[in-house]
């Protein structure tokens, strides 16, 4: 009987360890095969044509390292463990740095629109909202006032019409000066007097404290209406633009195809390297791609001299297709035209 309780004992320490390692957070990201999301149910182009194939999106699944997940990535090849240095900035909080992704997507979708409608001559406007805050310094002054995600729309009740024209008028004050910031919070306009101060980091230099980027937003005819819900991150851009395009034009480009990619859009339609390629062409192929469009980027002398393994993204992309034996055509893309000139070509699926 004895003997019967000890053991009980134990198993119940077990099991309490076990559980509590389980909770443990450790300082790394686990990056994981993400999923393939078929973008027709996403983005709705008023008035669209439909396709008969699927473009989609595919993403990277960011965990918080804990034990269990450590091992778990140890033991498979395209799990990779990052430092949280490596996924953030040390000054960013992870509140801040979800907001920064949500920014980065925002972004991505208004370039893709861009160069949708460009591409399908069809008419649209840029419209500048003002100063999008995508930090706050804890030790500077802007700390009290603003929260990150706040818009700033006027400093001393001048306008500005971007972001570099905000910074040349704050640069021209000096330490110790106030400045009236106009701003919007939780849809509210709000206004209050911010002290500048110096940088900890660069004592020659005086501000707020804030990061920030232009806040804008875009106006086309036929309108477009993007449900993202919580993708964050800049890297759905090109298939953005392929979607909204073939939701313009009569010509379905898919030709019945299923057809994955990933890759930064620019708005003269460049498309920029990416991170986790090989776990998103994984992702890819378990949602049966047939294609899978790659960023053919540019490795620098710099990038090589910093990482002399380094690879592009589409050599990335083929290396991870022959890891789990795909039958997933891989195709180097540089711009929005590459991807749309392969499928124009293409024969359409009978």
């Not at 996924?87 to 629109?113: G, W």
């Not at 701003?183 to 804030?210: C, M, P, Q």
Request: hydrophobic share 35%; proline share 4%.
């Amino acid at each position: 009987m004895k003997f019967r309780k000890n053991r009980l004992r134990i198993l119940i320490c077990i099991v309490i360890i076990l559980a509590a390692i389980s909770f443990i957070r450790l300082p790394y990201y686990i990056e994981m095969p993400g999923s393939a999301l078929q973008l027709a149910p996403i983005i709705k182009v008023k008035g669209g044509y439909h396709e008969k194939g699927q473009l989609m999106l595919t993403t990277v699944r960011m965990a918080r390292a804990t034990p269990y997940l450590y091992v778990w990535a140890k033991l498979h090849k395209h799990d990779d463990i990052v430092p949280l240095d490596e996924v953030r900035d040390k000054n960013q909080t992870e509140e801040e740095y979800n907001v920064y992704q949500l920014y980065l997507m925002e972004n991505s979708k208004h370039n893709a629109i861009e160069v949708a409608f460009s591409n399908a001559h069809k008419p649209y406007k840029s419209h500048y909202k003002g100063i999008y805050v995508l930090d706050v310094y804890d030790d500077m002054p802007a700390s009290k006032v603003l929260k990150v995600g706040d818009r700033v729309t006027k400093v001393d009740h001048h306008s500005f019409q971007s972001s570099k024209q905000f910074m040349n008028y704050v640069g021209k004050k000096k330490l110790g000066d106030s400045v009236a910031i106009t701003y919007i919070h939780d849809h509210k306009e709000k206004t209050a007097s911010v002290k500048l101060a110096r940088f900890k980091e660069n004592k020659d230099k005086v501000g707020i404290g804030i990061g920030l980027v232009d806040d804008r937003t875009l106006t086309s005819n036929p309108s477009v209406k993007m449900n993202t819900e919580n993708i964050g991150g800049p890297s759905a851009g090109l298939m953005f633009s392929l979607e909204i395009y073939n939701q313009l034009t009569k010509q379905d480009i898919t030709k019945g195809y299923k057809i994955a990619g990933t890759g930064e859009i620019a708005t003269n339609g460049e498309v920029g390297r990416i991170g986790g390629i090989d776990k998103k062409v994984i992702a890819a192929s378990k949602a049966g791609a047939e294609i899978f469009f790659a960023p053919n980027d540019h490795i620098t002398p710099e990038m090589k001299k910093t990482d002399p393994h380094i690879k592009t993204n589409y050599q990335e992309a083929l290396q991870a297709a022959k890891d789990i034996h795909t039958k997933m055509k891989i195709v180097p893309v540089k711009t929005f035209n590459d991807a749309l000139s392969y499928l124009n070509q293409l024969k359409a699926k009978e």
